[in-house]
């Protein structure tokens, strides 16, 4: 699997390639363990490094938004297809 480069300390995320099989559970532990990494860099930014903080929080805002809105897509395929608020038999 390839990865994204690195850039200011950050850890690569894997990106799925067209050949690999995509399993959701497996996604999904990939991204809780990145954005699990990203609050372990926060809590060990000093007290006084609020810019670096506010940077970091801002990633983990996108990276947690991008996972919620992402796995819902990925992991419901009715949603995916548009069927959003469609119960079955209804």
Do not use: W
Request: net charge positive; hydrophobic share 25%.
């Amino acid at each position: 699997m390839r990865t994204t480069s690195t850039s200011q300390g950050k850890i690569p995320k894997p990106i799925p390639t067209s050949t690999e099989p995509q399993d959701a559970i497996t996604l999904l532990t990939e991204d809780h363990e990145h954005v699990k990494s990203m609050f372990e860099q926060y809590e060990e930014l000093g007290d006084r490094a609020h810019v670096s903080k506010h940077k970091l929080a801002l990633q983990i805002c996108e990276e947690l938004t991008q996972a919620r809105n992402g796995g819902r897509r990925n992991l419901l395929p009715g949603r995916a297809q548009g069927h959003q608020g469609r119960r079955p038999g209804g």
